[in-house]
């Protein structure tokens, strides 16, 4: 759905029609959704808070003026403000644990063993990002949004979004290139005989 089609889905919300609301929460839920479980620790959780951001949309909907600012950006800054608030009072942060335990159900121990590991490299190489390299990751690649969309959200510029999303990308390949490298040192170094054993 392009952006015409959802500004007069919009005006018609506005209007009350709650068919065009419901377009508008088809649209959006999940990537409103993959962006705030990015953010916070419980799958339930970010259920919640994906439902408040929709009963906060409609209820702000009446007084909702484009202004040049795509209703999606709008959205997600809703979403932003709402994952501000919850993780001033609940103090969490994102842990992608969650993922492996949705996956147990299809994978055997071994392969959630090796998914685990994996996830916490992630989740390590995520951590030691800046705060708004974090956010320009999250917003781009688990909310899905243009660098234009990710940069109203943000309140910057769209080439500052884009410089955050490659420095940021580039410290994940680091960060993964050298967790990868250690893994293997200790591996071969566990492997290999100690000096106590060579005869």
């Known amino acids: 759905m392009d952006d015409e089609a959802v500004d007069r889905l919009v005006q ?39 439902q408040l951001v929709f009963v906060k949309a409609l209820e702000a909907l009446p007084r909702y003026e484009q202004r040049g600012i795509p209703f999606g950006a709008w959205l997600f800054r809703l979403a932003r403000n709402t994952i501000i608030d919850h993780v001033r009072t609940h ?30 490299a992630v989740q390590l190489a995520l951590d030691r990002l800046t705060p708004e390299q974090r956010e320009a990751i999250d917003l781009r690649f688990f909310g899905g949004l243009s660098a234009r969309e990710a940069a109203v959200v943000m309140g910057k510029q769209e080439g500052t979004v884009r410089g955050l999303q490659f420095r940021a990308i580039a410290a994940l390949r680091r960060s993964l290139a050298m967790d990868l490298e250690t893994d293997f040192d200790e591996g071969v170094a566990s492997s290999m005989p100690s000096f106590a054993d060579v005869r």
């Open 12 to 50: 018609a919300a506005q209007g009350g029609d709650p068919w065009a609301f419901g377009r508008i929460f088809d649209h959006f839920h999940l990537p409103i959704y993959r962006f705030i479980a990015s953010r916070v620790h419980r799958p339930s959780d970010a259920e919640d808070l994906t």
């Open 91 to 120: 103090h969490e942060d994102s842990h992608l644990e969650q993922v492996a335990e949705r996956a147990h159900d299809v994978a055997g121990p071994d392969e959630l063993a090796v998914l685990r590991q994996d996830l916490y």
